[in-house]
């Protein structure tokens, strides 16, 4: 069975300081990795995502995600944060042939000034 | 080309009350997805159509039906609703490569 870890619900930051948003995975086979941003009353929007190839993903906004098989983690990173980066942030996977998505439980990003 | 949109956008309904929600998709997408979203729950999966024509259950699918009444459009059937199922409903659609989820801005649900 698949199943995707966001440890942290939240995260306080200040501007301009960096920022990592954790995600695990477990997976017998071998899947697809993504991030979405939801901004409050919307829906999700594609951050970046993982196909193969590279290991460091970047993405818009400046984000950037890491895939680490060994440790079957995709950590989501910026280096500095805006204000306007308050959100709430999804890992996703989807294994490789299949068409089901499964996603975290997400982690609010709030930045503070 | 107005991407993933669903209607209505808020519904109140009483306990008992059927509903449909509309989901529709101009990308030419194969796959649609029905999707519930509750508060540190993330988004878990009602229903999806690999195609058209085709349906699947997801993760919790108990008091929903749904329908792929073409390649365009996906609709999910609350036939008595009860106040567990209040939550932001989100549609998706994924087009040739299944790489990419394309979301809908989501129809919050009261049942009272």
């Known amino acids: 069975a698949q199943s995707v870890t966001q440890l942290d619900s939240q995260v306080p930051v200040f501007e301009e300081a960096p920022v990592e948003l954790r995600c695990n995975y477990s997976?017998?086979?071998?899947?697809?990795l993504f991030w979405y941003v939801q901004y409050p009353n919307q829906g999700l929007q594609l951050l970046l995502k993982?196909?193969?190839?590279?290991?460091l993903v970047k993405g818009i906004n400046g984000f950037e995600a890491e895939f680490n098989k060994s440790h079957t983690s995709f950590h989501l990173r910026k280096p500095s944060v805006h204000i306007s980066d308050t959100a709430e942030y999804f890992c996703a996977v989807r294994m490789y042939n299949f068409n089901k998505f499964y996603f975290g439980s997400g982690t609010k990003l709030n930045v503070k000034p | 080309n107005a991407g993933v949109t669903q209607t209505p956008k808020f519904q109140v309904l009483k306990t008992g009350q059927s509903m449909t929600l509309q989901c529709a998709q101009d990308?030419?997408?194969?796959?649609m997805y029905w999707y519930r979203q509750d508060p540190g729950m993330g988004l878990r999966l009602i229903y999806y159509s690999a195609s058209e024509g085709t349906t699947d259950k997801g993760e919790v699918p108990n008091g929903y039906n749904v329908s792929r009444l073409n390649k365009r459009e996906f609709s999910l059937r609350l036939e008595s609703a009860a106040p567990s199922q209040t939550s932001v409903y989100f549609c998706a659609s994924t087009g040739g490569n299944q790489e990419t989820q394309y979301f809908g801005p989501g129809t919050r649900l009261l049942v009272l």
């Open positions: 993982y196909l193969s190839g590279s290991t």
């Open positions: 990308m030419n997408h194969n796959s």
């Open positions: 997976s017998s086979v071998s899947v697809y």
